[in-house]
């Protein structure tokens, strides 16, 4: 009679334990979803969205394509920077110094990429036909393009730095000269002083 | 997702609270799409399809950079910085789709030119940062550093302008225009130790 209850118990907790196991697991699974997308706002996706919803007045379709474009390219770079991370990424998981949930929440993103160029994809083929095919070739070149850009403000901000610079530079140097000038005159009043005080 | 609050005012694209193109209180920025728009126009609202380049502009600049050099060679440095200013403004302002890599060789070219303006007016803190923007744009290429080591002379960072004068020294082994600098600054290294 014992051993068959000591049985049922055994079973029995046996069961509490999975289910109490598979609950927490569950909350887990659910945490990694709810969990920060790898990447923030997409903001020119928003953008873009916002525009087609314009009524009074409505967006002109040159409007639309530039914010169509400006998705595109925000679009690849966050593809570069995905390919970047993945190779980071398995190292580290090789390594074991992160988990595993990393690589699922990584998985999931880039499949929201993937869905999010698709949609590019299509809206593009909406202006024209065929435009889908190259739009993202064009956005990797603005991308490239755009970095170039960016010189143009650094080179005002630049001739500003260093021009403060030079004039410490040069504030110094004259003050260098300064001193040893007047060293090279002391030197040369010496020796009358001792002769004088001999 | 959360939506964007924007409205069209004039035909730009601005913030909804406030009607600008760059709002920090919005914290949102349309310049971006404002701009792309404009170049737009210049397609006649057609697609860009990859690798078009309106041949207008390049001629514009290709003017105004010859203006430059005509300048530069009648010893009027002053011109000639304007009209290299004009063309690199120019040249920074092309649409975005255009290829990239026609606008780095297009603005080395105009920087490094700029960079020789200054220098022969002995400008070298503009000199300086010119020839550092081509050497970021064109690494390879021995002038860029050239310029960069006549401006560091001028700077009195002799010991910096040799370190660039032979890193240039290396991409062009037969600069001779690098090797006289490079004497050039050690004369200046030794006559600073002297005093």
């Not at chain 2, 120019?90 to 603005?107: G, K, M, N, T």
């Not at chain 2, 225009?177 to 130790?193: D, V």
Request: one cysteine or more; hydrophobic letters at 40%.
């Amino acid at each position: 009679m014992g051993s068959v209850w000591l049985a049922v118990i055994y079973i029995g907790g046996w069961i509490l334990s999975m289910r109490v196991f598979g609950y927490f697991w569950k909350n887990r699974k659910l945490a990694i979803n709810d969990a920060e997308p790898w990447f923030g706002e997409h903001v020119a996706r928003n953008q873009y969205i916002a525009l087609l919803q314009q009524t009074e007045p409505e967006a002109t379709e040159t409007q639309l394509m530039a914010a169509l474009l400006r998705r595109a390219m925000e679009d690849v770079v966050r593809v570069l920077s995905m390919r970047e991370d993945k190779q980071v990424l398995s190292n580290l998981v090789k390594q074991g110094t992160v988990g595993d949930d990393i690589m699922a929440q990584f998985a999931l993103s880039e499949k929201e990429l993937e869905a999010e160029i698709m949609a590019v994809i299509e809206e593009a083929n909406t202006f024209k036909e065929g435009w889908g095919q190259t739009i993202l070739q064009s956005a990797s070149e603005m991308v490239m393009h755009e970095k170039t850009k960016q010189l143009q403000k650094e080179l005002a901000t630049r001739k500003e730095e260093e021009a403060r610079k030079q004039a410490h530079r040069d504030q110094r140097k004259e003050q260098n000269k300064a001193l040893k000038a007047k060293k090279s005159a002391d030197t040369k009043d010496q020796p009358a002083e001792k002769v004088a005080a001999a | 997702m959360s939506t964007v609050d924007l409205q069209i005012y004039n035909d730009k694209v601005v913030c909804g609270k406030h009607k600008k193109e760059v709002c920090s209180e919005c914290n949102q920025s349309f310049i971006e799409i404002n701009d792309l728009t404009r170049h737009l126009k210049s397609t006649n609202g057609q697609v860009p399809p990859p690798g078009a380049v309106l041949p207008l502009r390049s001629q514009q600049i290709a003017k105004m950079r010859e203006d430059g050099n005509t300048h530069f060679r009648a010893q009027r440095h002053q011109e000639a910085i304007a009209a290299y200013t004009n063309a690199i403004n120019i040249a920074f302002d092309r649409p975005l789709w255009e290829p990239s890599q026609l606008a780095r060789e297009e603005l080395a070219v105009l920087l490094c030119n700029r960079s020789a303006a200054y220098i022969a007016r002995k400008e070298w803190v503009d000199a300086y940062v010119d020839a550092q923007g081509v050497i970021e744009l064109k690494r390879p290429w021995s002038k860029g550093h050239f310029r960069l080591g006549k401006a560091l002379i001028g700077m009195g960072r002799i010991a910096e302008a040799i370190e660039a004068l032979n890193l240039g020294l290396m991409f062009d082994p037969e600069a001779t225009e690098i090797q006289k600098a490079l004497k050039e600054a050690e004369t200046g290294l030794e006559a600073e130790e002297d005093e």
